[in-house]
């Protein structure tokens, strides 16, 4: 027939659509499928105004676009729109498993993942990954079906998961941050040798971590510790300069994220499921401001971490300059605590996940 692609091997279809959370494990999971099997096909699913539009195609992947099935979270007009919403969703996402000839469906939650788990029940081989601490809807609708679940963390609330860890890219898990120290701070332009935090609110910033941290500017150049300040590319950060201490060095958005992390001795920051992953993976202390939106999951996530010793929780509410001042200065100061924080954090991480939702995933098609 023609229009229908040829492999010789596997079709592997992920869906992780609308938010990094979701489309940075599906991609990690590609790479990992392809260097166990490189005569297999990954095809990603999404939607014409998620992420995913940006970050898929720059890593080399097809992109199919459905339409998006959001949940609204209140009862509203919308709600009564939904079944015809999921019904021509799950349409044409069956029209897309089709026309690939996919042999396993897996999903990372989200509304891609909703119409993809329904369009391929009973026709198509599906995989559950739960990166967070508390499983939302679509996966638990998926899971009911799943040949195989897999979740991040113990208790998720899906029964019978295994608990891998969140798939992470190589460029992290395989990161050297002391043989790429020098480079990364002479690429951000930080102090080579002073103790140096890095502070981040996800991909659009976060105005309450900006506020706190450059509010306590002057404490940290008394101190002696450098800042890389990652602040969103809609907001600003405005900091004077202290001579002779050194840099406090605000940024837009890190393209680089692996040279952020060698750069830095610690780490303020929200956290969701991928960044406590990432900086578990690499050992860096943290303190966790969760987002104070949402279900909690956020605090819920940084939990094996602080419980393990290797991180520190504050509530956004409470997080001021005067708090960054009388306790994240003096703990970049501190190389004993951190070396401490950092042996603690990486007893915590996964870094072979990838690979092991991999292997899940070829058995399910071996079947």
């Given at each position: 027939m023609t229009g229908i692609p040829q492999q010789a091997g596997p079709c592997v279809v992920v869906a992780g659509g609308g938010t990094a959370g979701h489309i940075e494990p599906a991609l990690a999971l590609a790479d990992a499928v392809m260097r166990l099997r490189p005569d297999a096909r990954v095809v990603a699913l999404?939607?014409?105004?998620?992420?995913?539009?940006?970050?898929?195609?720059?890593?080399?992947?097809?992109?199919?676009?459905i339409p998006p099935v959001p949940m609204p979270r209140k009862p509203s007009p919308d709600l009564l729109k939904l079944p015809l919403r999921v019904r021509e969703s799950v349409k044409r996402t069956r029209e897309v498993l089709d026309r690939v000839r996919a042999d396993v469906v897996v999903g990372f939650g989200g509304y891609v993942s909703l119409p993809a788990y329904?369009?391929?029940?009973?026709?198509?081989?599906?995989?559950?990954?739960?990166?967070?601490?508390?499983?939302?809807?679509?996966?638990?609708?998926?899971?009911?079906?799943?040949?195989?679940?897999?979740?991040?963390?113990?208790?998720?609330?899906?029964?019978?998961?295994?608990?891998?860890?969140?798939?992470?890219?190589?460029?992290?898990?395989?990161?050297?941050?002391?043989?790429?120290?020098?480079?990364a701070r002479a690429h951000f332009g930080l102090h080579p040798d002073a103790p140096t935090l890095l502070v981040f609110g996800g991909s659009q910033g976060a105005r309450s971590i900006n506020n706190a941290v450059s509010g306590a500017a002057s404490a940290f150049a008394q101190a002696g510790v450098?800042?890389?300040?990652?602040?969103?590319p809609k907001n600003t950060v405005a900091v004077q300069a202290v001579p002779g201490a050194p840099a406090y060095v605000?940024?837009?958005?890190?393209?680089?994220m692996d040279l952020a992390y060698a750069a830095a001795d610690a780490v303020l920051c929200r956290s969701g499921a991928m960044t406590v992953a990432e900086v578990s993976a690499v050992g860096l202390p943290a303190v966790f401001v969760p987002l104070p939106i949402g279900n909690g999951e956020q605090a819920l996530n940084a939990g094996p971490v602080v419980n393990a010793g290797g991180g520190i929780l504050v509530p956004?509410?409470?997080?001021?300059?005067?708090?960054?001042?009388?306790?994240?200065?003096p703990l970049v100061a501190d190389r004993a605590r951190l070396a401490a924080m950092t042996a603690a954090t990486l007893g915590t991480g996964h870094r072979e996940a990838d690979e092991v939702l991999a292997r899940i995933v070829l058995e399910v098609i071996g079947k």
């Open positions: 999404g939607t014409e105004r998620g992420l995913e539009n940006k970050i898929v195609p720059a890593r080399g992947y097809p992109l199919e676009l329904l369009a391929a029940r009973g026709r198509v081989p599906i995989v559950v990954h739960e990166a967070n601490a508390k499983t939302g809807l679509a996966n638990k609708v998926g899971a009911k079906f799943a040949e195989r679940v897999a979740a991040a963390v113990p208790d998720s609330g899906l029964a019978g998961a295994e608990v891998i860890g969140i798939p992470l890219r190589q460029s992290i898990t395989a990161l050297d941050r002391a043989a790429l120290r020098a480079q450098g800042v890389l300040h990652a602040h969103g605000p940024v837009p958005y890190l393209e680089r956004d509410e409470q997080l001021t300059p005067q708090w960054v001042a009388q306790n994240v200065v």
